[in-house]
């Protein structure tokens, strides 16, 4: 059989329906051997579905799955294996007090000698020019070494097919590059290779072929490198792409919030540690905290926004106020809001109405508290205010929290707060999972609120989301801030090394300046 | 055929009110086919103990007097259950609540009237609160897991009762028997419907599920131990302290508890003795959860608990069933209650098995 002309993979109207929602919908294509194909779309749109029933997690409600022409019912990730498929996930499933070699002989199928599977990871990993020590222990290691064993324990099994779902979600710019040349090198030796991202210059760089999915349907299959960033994303959503309209020339004032050597111990064992964390935001300001997740980003919300408490009283300061020891609800009254990254229990109470949920932060600073008891009244009118200003897709103030999309929730949860009108704004992950829509909204949102004057901090993986959207940005590693710099003259070289961690190093940070002139952007 | 769960996009409201209704007919009809099997008569037994109780008049006293404590302690439990703070000891603190009581009656000599009781019934309150400190100060300080203070606390308490009643506050005229000395008649709690035996602790059972509904729907309190009950981290954003609500919590519910101590050693028995404590402190529990942790719920639960309790003694003559039976009723509520909070959030769902294609399945 002439196995050129026949796809690797190809699906052929694979619908898969679930309670309420048609998530995959007569999606067909194809993908060659040695081909990268990028499978893109927005949160929601099926391509996490699509994928698990390629690996065998689910079954398809209609269509059909071939392999190498062969109609194939997947049964489950083990038999995919056997087929040559490999996944490496978006979240690992790592043990983390356990080896590297440990955590790669768990996920064998085969049950092999511990000396030989070294031997053969070794080859692995010289082959492809992966780095990484088999006896380290997992929860030393950053997390793009952390994806390396995923990698490492999928082309153990010689794939033909590497599925790979937001791979450079958590990674840095040099670890990116890393990435790109494994990838390019194993789709040079046939494998071919399944790639999940909505990150489109990615796609553009990476890519042979891009598949664009959107509500379940197949949009589009496309090249991306004769395709635009933007005419993808145009695809992807559907619609046109709203830019940010910043007001050119504005200027920032003077500084408002003031960390100063904010040190906060671990909370676990596996936990982050603050160290001296420095920074300034002036009114106006958008400060943007760039890192790989899990470098102290969580830790350093819950320091701002007073739900850990420090010592040092003066390590936090807006308007010169001393707000260190000020509890949550105390540093609200003084006009600091939060917004954390975990949307469902930490933001908000899935399970609670939006006009509860509007109790949660915001009771004391709109006065919905009468003599110890809640004025619903004016926790509904409030609720509806932020459903109708932030366009939010909702029945009412009195759906739960729980009940609206990932989008539609954090567009209520930023309203929310930015509705208060806080002097200071953190926020952690903004548009994390959220779609190029509301994620828009909320861009635009953060960029009025500093308009009128409020400091904002946001803390984000996402470094496109930081470059387009702050004015100062700085990089958070292993609980450490690094000095900070203008957007403007920010250097993505420089920013991948500090995220990689080369803190302390004159050579990486010779041209960072701790104190930077605010004057506004030519 | 296969059972599938599937998450509800909104929690059931119809299944918060059915499942309780629904795990009281199931316990009855189980209780049908096991006293069948055992060889008594399970139709009668079933009917003595759920649904005499209710149909003979004379027998909606003792109904009401054994559904108060039950009442009054269900409430304080369901604001620590509804924060996931576990009190297991409210036994314990209704002992100490009516011993506070018999203590003030004792210091009164024979002194009576409204102010008297009214300092034993504070006393009580104060009692339950003080043996619930316990609890609350090593579950904050020390991080010591609160059920298995206040459950060993409890045995901590019967020593205590043990030792009063048997040493200072044995009764002189009391034949050597281990017991305090009679309440004075204008000591007890006033009568609400002369004679009858239901006294002023039933109206207060009666109108506190309405106080407590009020707490937990308008106050800020009430907010916050939803809030820390559904998702204590939102509760940390939203700026409320978590140690003050396991304080808070804990000391309510010991506080009820010993006012449910207080009431029933004042009202109803008029005497402390080893026999005082009779499980209401763990049958509130049950009347907790199967009010669904709602004051109205527990209202109702009580009712239904203590018609269980008198429903007992009527099988024990009828059906010749030992007493204990009615906790076997009891627990079988508890478990079809807990069994069932799952449909609230998830539905059952039939679903055929895969189609049977004629395709090889890979890996094989």
């Known amino acids: 059989m002439g196995t050129e002309a026949t796809p690797r993979l190809e699906l052929k109207s694979i619908t898969k329906r679930f309670p309420g929602v048609l998530a995959n919908d007569q999606v067909s294509f194809s993908v060659q051997p040695g081909e990268i194909h990028a499978l893109l779309g927005e949160n929601g749109a099926g391509k996490s579905t699509l994928v698990k029933m390629i690996y065998g997690i689910m079954q398809p409600d209609g269509g059909e799955i071939r392999w190498n022409g062969e109609r194939i019912v997947v049964a489950n990730p083990k038999a995919a294996r056997k087929l040559g498929i490999g996944m490496v996930f978006q979240h690992f499933s790592l043990f983390e007090a356990m080896t590297v070699l440990e955590n790669i002989a768990l996920g064998m199928d085969a049950k092999i000698p511990a000396r030989e599977l070294e031997a053969r990871i070794k080859e692995v990993m010289t082959q492809y020019g992966l780095k990484l020590e088999p006896h380290r222990i997992v929860s030393t290691l950053s997390v793009g070494e952390r994806q390396r064993i995923e990698i490492v324990r999928a082309l153990l099994l010689n794939p033909k097919l590497l599925i790979m779902d937001e791979p450079t979600s958590v990674l840095t710019p040099q670890e990116v590059e890393q990435l790109f040349i494994v990838l390019r090198q194993l789709a040079s030796e046939g494998c071919s290779i399944l790639y999940i991202s909505h990150k489109l210059h990615e796609i553009k760089a990476l890519c042979h072929t891009a598949t664009i999915l959107r509500g379940g349907k197949l949009v589009d299959t496309c090249n991306p490198s004769v395709e635009t960033s933007r005419s993808m994303a145009e695809k992807m959503i559907g619609g046109n792409l709203k830019t940010i309209e910043k007001a050119e020339g504005r200027t920032v004032g003077r500084e408002k919030l003031i960390v100063n050597r904010l040190n906060m111990p671990a909370r676990s064992h596996f936990g982050v540690s603050l160290k001296d964390i420095t920074f300034t935001v002036r009114e106006g300001e958008i400060f943007g905290i760039a890192g790989v997740a899990g470098n102290g980003q969580n830790a350093l919300l819950l320091a701002l926004s007073g739900e850990t408490l420090t010592d040092d009283p003066g390590a936090i300061t807006v308007d010169g106020a001393q707000l260190g020891r000020l509890t949550a609800k105390q540093r609200r009254l003084a006009g600091v809001s939060s917004v954390p990254e975990e949307r469902n229990g930490h933001a908000a109470v899935p399970e609670f109405t939006l006009a509860d949920n509007s109790v949660l932060t915001a009771r004391d600073r709109l006065g919905m508290v009468k003599v110890g008891l809640i004025d619903h009244k004016a926790a509904r009118t409030y609720a509806g205010e932020v459903i109708s200003t932030f366009a939010v897709k909702a029945l009412g103030p009195g759906s739960t929290a729980g009940s609206l999309s990932g989008g539609n929730l954090q567009k209520y949860i930023m309203g929310r707060e930015i509705m208060q009108n806080p002097a200071v704004l953190v926020v952690s992950q903004p548009t994390w999972g959220v779609d190029a829509g509301a994620a828009a909204a909320i861009h635009q949102a953060l960029v009025d609120l500093a308009a009128a004057g409020s400091a904002i901090v946001v803390i984000s993986q996402d470094l496109d989301e930081l470059l387009s959207l702050c004015d100062t940005l700085a990089v958070i590693n292993e609980g450490r801030l690094s000095p900070s710099m203008k957007v403007a003259d920010a250097d993505i070289e420089e920013i991948g090394l500090l995220m990689g961690g080369v803190h302390g190093d004159p050579a990486a940070t010779a041209n960072l300046h701790p104190e930077l002139a605010h004057a506004h952007q030519a | 055929m296969r059972i599938k769960l599937e998450k509800r996009p909104e929690p059931s409201t119809l299944m918060a009110f059915a499942t309780p209704i629904a795990s009281v007919l199931l316990t009855m009809a189980i209780g049908v086919v096991v006293f069948d099997a055992l060889g008594i008569k399970g139709e009668k037994a079933v009917i003595d103990i759920f649904l005499t109780p209710l149909l003979s008049s004379y027998k909606w006293q003792d109904v009401a007097v054994k559904a108060a404590p039950l ?294």
């Not at chain 2, 100490?96 to 006393?123: K, R």
């Not at chain 2, 609160?129 to 459950?151: D, G, H, Q, Y």
């Open chain 2, 71 to 364: 009442i009054i302690i269900a409430l304080g439990l369901s604001i620590g259950n509804r924060a996931q703070v576990w009190n297991i000891g409210a036994e314990g603190q209704y002992v100490i609540g009516a011993l506070a009581a018999a203590g003030v009656g004792i210091a009164a000599g024979g002194a009576g009237g409204g102010l008297i009781i009214t300092l034993m019934i504070l006393a009580g309150i104060l009692g339950g609160t003080f043996w619930a400190m316990f609890p609350a100060f090593l579950k904050t300080r020390l991080n010591v897991n609160e059920i298995l203070t206040s459950l060993m606390l409890t045995y901590v308490a019967l020593q205590v009762l043990g030792y009063l009643v048997g040493g200072p506050w044995k009764d002189p005229n009391g034949r050597n028997f281990p017991a305090t000395a009679p309440l004075q008649p204008d000591q007890t709690l006033p009568i609400l419907f002369p004679g009858t035996t239901v006294h002023l602790g039933v109206a207060i059972a009666v109108v506190l599920p309405f106080v407590f509904w009020l707490i937990m729907s308008r106050s800020v309190f009430g907010f916050q131990i939803r809030v820390v009950g559904s998702a204590p981290d939102a509760a940390r954003h939203g700026g409320f302290d978590a140690k003050q609500t396991i304080w808070l919590s804990l000391l309510i519910g010991g506080g009820m508890a010993g006012l449910a101590g207080a009431l029933e050693f004042a009202g109803s028995l008029k005497a402390i003795n080893l026999g005082f404590p009779s499980g209401y402190g763990f049958t509130a529990i049950i009347v907790s959860f199967l009010g669904r942790l709602n004051p109205i719920g527990c209202l109702i639960a009580g009712i239904v608990l203590a018609v269980t309790y008198v429903g007992g003694q009527v099988a024990q003559t009828t059906v010749h069933i030992p007493n204990s039976t009615a906790g076997i009723f009891q627990a079988m509520m508890l478990f079809f209650i807990l069994a069932s909070d799952i449909l609230i959030r998830y539905r059952v769902r039939f679903v055929g098995s895969p189609k049977a294609a004629p395709i090889p399945a890979a890996g094989e």
